[in-house]
T-cell receptor, first 116, second 114 residues
Framework: AQKVTQAQTEISVVEKEDVTLDCVYE???????LFWYKQPPSGELVFLIR??????QNEISGRYSWNFQKSTSSFNFTITASQVVDSAVYFCALVHGSGNTGKLIFGQGTTLQVKP | NAGVTQTPKFRVLKTGQSMTLLCAQDMNHEYMYWYRQDPGMGLRLIHYSVGEGTTAKGEVPDGYNVSRLKKQNFLLGLESAAPSQTSVYFC?????????????FGQGTRLTVV
């Protein structure tokens, strides 16, 4: 079965703290793609990153970084020096299979609140 | 830069009423999707389409129908609304590519069935 688990339902931090959002996935396919989306209070979903199963390099984009570890089936997301504008719901998602049609399997989401 | 546009943004229905949600994309994407978002459950796929004239069931298709008569439009229909269909509905589109490509989402439709 294909599944994405985000065990942290809600996280609250104070501005400038670092925070890590966990994502654990399950799939039997050797080819798969992992995504993170951000849903700010305005409601739309904003794409953050895509990773394929053959590329385990970690990625950094400004204050955002992602740690992909196939050995633990995890794709964690870290925000360094958090800001109030980072407050949102964050979703981890999976697309599995080489012949896929882009269907996303979402985790339950983690609500991040950054307090000033 | 319209991207993916959903109509309407909000709607209240009475149990048993019908309605159609319209999704339009201007990116010439082949793939289109309808998801529903419920508290604590993330987004779940209702139906999807890989091209004009084709549709397929997703994870939670019961109570919904879809049509893709034109490439740019994907319609989601509720024939007889039920309170369990109270949710936020998102349409998305993406293009085929090497692997899975980024999906672009509409702004969502908040539907309440009373």
């Amino acid at each position: 079965a294909q599944k994405v688990t985000q065990a942290q339902t809600e996280i609250s931090v104070v501005e400038k703290e670092d925070v890590t959002l966990d994502c654990v996935y399950e799939t039997r396919d050797t080819t798969y793609y992992l995504f993170w989306y951000k849903q700010p209070p305005s409601g739309e979903l904003v794409f953050l990153i895509r990773r394929n199963s053959f590329d385990e390099q970690n990625e950094i984009s400004g204050r955002y970084s992602w740690n992909f570890q196939k050995s633990t089936s995890s794709f964690n997301f870290t925000i360094t020096a958090s800001q109030v504008v980072d407050s949102a719901v964050y979703f981890c998602a999976l697309v599995h299979g080489s012949g896929n049609t882009g269907k996303l399997i979402f985790g339950q989401g983690t609500t991040l609140q950054v307090k000033p | 830069n319209a991207g993916v546009t959903q109509t309407p943004k909000f709607r209240v229905l009475k149990t048993g009423q019908s309605m159609t949600l319209l999704c339009a994309q201007d990116m010439n994407h082949e793939y289109m999707y309808w998801y529903r978002q419920d508290p604590g459950m993330g987004l779940r796929l209702i139906h999807y389409s890989v091209g004009e004239g084709t549709t397929a069931k997703g994870e939670v298709p019961d109570g919904y129908n879809v049509s893709r008569l034109k490439k740019q439009n994907f319609l989601l229909g509720l024939e007889s609304a039920a309170p369990s269909q109270t949710s936020v509905y998102f349409c998305a589109s993406s293009r085929p590519g090497t692997g899975a490509t980024e999906a672009f989402f509409g702004q969502g439709t908040r539907l309440t069935v009373v």
